[in-house]
């Protein structure tokens, strides 16, 4: 076969013999405790993902009823009703033999220390089955192909699934403002704190400030990336994600070798959506990627929250119409309300907002009104007082005894006064 590359991986390299399923290895691939039929299996979701992009939702409903290997044998016979999915396997297998490729990636992953992860394995994440459950939307579009992955790989040693059980997304826009970081990042320590597994896209802005919010409180991250995990990307966070590799995990559905293409990002998406217990969006545009990702978010019926921000702000407007246009979606401003969301239900209950406490904020109706009639400089008497507050003299009097007793008045003379202990205001 001739060394043809296909996003970054060449088709070339030296064959090396297979061995029986009692072996260690067939064509230099690590086989472990996985029978020839799961690496066949496993070979087959690579190449299928290299022929057609993840979320395919033709190449899915095939893989589900008759396996990867068959579906990959169909697809390169051209024995598929899809026009268009025939058209694309037949000019990417013009680059190499799919299986092949998914030989060499294999290969090349396990010299880089990553992992392949598929559906029967024990750390699948089960939340992205829930993916196949989206109908399409009215246009046919939205919806159509963003079925659950059909692998994953994986750097890190933690076990995938259970990284992601307890798990929230946090997303928002590349140009992100100073307000939006620090929120960001504020929230994802102390989610983290909690013992909560912060996911994101690795980006720019609010992905990053996500990650190292993550990283400062020594908890775990998850970037899930659209390229090859040994190369990741932008480059401008190579150090960032390289400590998230190394504290937590670093995924994609790209074999090794695949490169950043600008539409594999929004395939990546409906990933973030799904795989956590809920997402929240700090800032976003008016059309953003993650402004798709919560119209995923709230398909799949999970909590979609949202922090606003100035009215004032570009980068707050997608987060402000996602609040308009979805009843669904929640307004979040701490760490105590995504996980009230999130959370099962009573282990987090975040108290509402209040102002400091004052103490005649507890006095009877009776008791304010004597109170509100007091001069605010100078004494009055206790039939001024009545007048004022339009109660009974007696009243008054009991009142006002009881109003001395909480420290709140003091007698002058023949009348009383406010006590001058009032910078708590009234």
Same mark, same amino acid.
């Given at each position: 076969?001739? +060394? *043809?590359?296909? /996003? &970054?991986? #060449?088709?070339? !390299? %030296? $064959? ?6 009692? +072996? *260690?290895?067939? /064509? &230099?691939? #690590?086989?472990? !405790? %996985? $029978? ?391």
């Amino acid at each position: 076969m001739s +060394g *043809t590359a296909a /996003d &970054g991986v #060449s088709a070339s !390299g %030296t $064959s090396t013999s297979r061995t029986s399923a009692n +072996g *260690t290895s067939v /064509d &230099g691939i #690590s086989v472990g !405790g %996985t $029978s020839i039929g799961g690496l066949e299996d496993r070979i087959a979701r690579v190449a299928l993902t290299w022929l057609a992009e993840p979320g395919n939702r033709t190449v899915w409903a095939l893989v589900h009823q008759d396996g990867a290997p068959a579906t990959l044998d169909r697809l390169l016979t051209g024995d598929v009703p899809d026009r268009g999915l025939r058209t694309t396997v037949a000019a990417r297998a013009v680059a190499g033999d799919p299986r092949r490729i998914a030989e060499i990636a294999l290969r090349r992953g396990d010299r880089l220390g990553t992992r392949l992860v598929v559906p029967s394995d024990s750390e699948w994440p089960g939340r992205l089955n829930d993916l196949a459950t989206l109908e399409l939307d009215a246009s046919g579009r939205v919806n159509h192909d963003i079925r659950p992955p059909l692998c994953f790989w994986v750097r890190g040693e933690w076990s995938l699934g259970a990284t992601l059980e307890r798990s929230v997304s946090i997303i928002g826009a590349r140009a992100a403002t100073d307000y939006g970081t620090n929120v960001t990042g504020d929230l994802a320590y102390s989610v983290t704190c909690e013992g909560w597994t912060v996911l994101s896209g690795g980006a720019f802005g609010i992905d990053a400030a996500a990650h190292r919010g993550a990283l400062a409180a020594d908890g775990r991250t998850v970037a899930v990336l659209a390229c090859g995990v040994e190369r990741p990307y932008p480059a401008g966070n190579s150090a960032l994600l390289e400590r998230v590799a190394e504290t937590g995990l670093l995924i994609s559905e790209w074999p090794i070798g695949a490169d950043p293409l600008r539409h594999r990002f929004l395939i990546r998406n409906r990933v973030i959506a799904a795989a956590t217990a809920g997402t929240v969006v700090v800032e976003a545009a008016a059309r953003s990627g993650a402004t798709q990702t919560m119209s995923r978010v709230l398909a799949l019926g999970r909590p979609a929250m949202v922090v606003p921000g100035p009215v004032t702000s570009a980068m707050s407007v997608g987060c402000h119409e996602i609040l308009r246009s979805n009843p669904g979606a929640r307004i979040v401003t701490s760490a105590r309300e995504i996980l009230e969301e999130v959370g099962r239900i009573g282990e987090y209950l975040a108290d509402p907002p209040r102002g400091p406490e004052r103490r005649h904020d507890q006095l009877d109706e009776e008791s304010a009104l004597v109170l509100e009639a007091l001069p605010t400089n100078r004494s009055s008497t206790p039939e001024r007082i009545a007048a004022e507050a339009r109660l009974t003299l007696r009243t008054v009097l009991r009142r006002l005894s009881l109003l001395e007793i909480a420290g709140l008045v003091v007698r002058a003379g023949d009348g009383y006064a406010l006590r001058h202990a009032r910078s708590e205001g009234r």
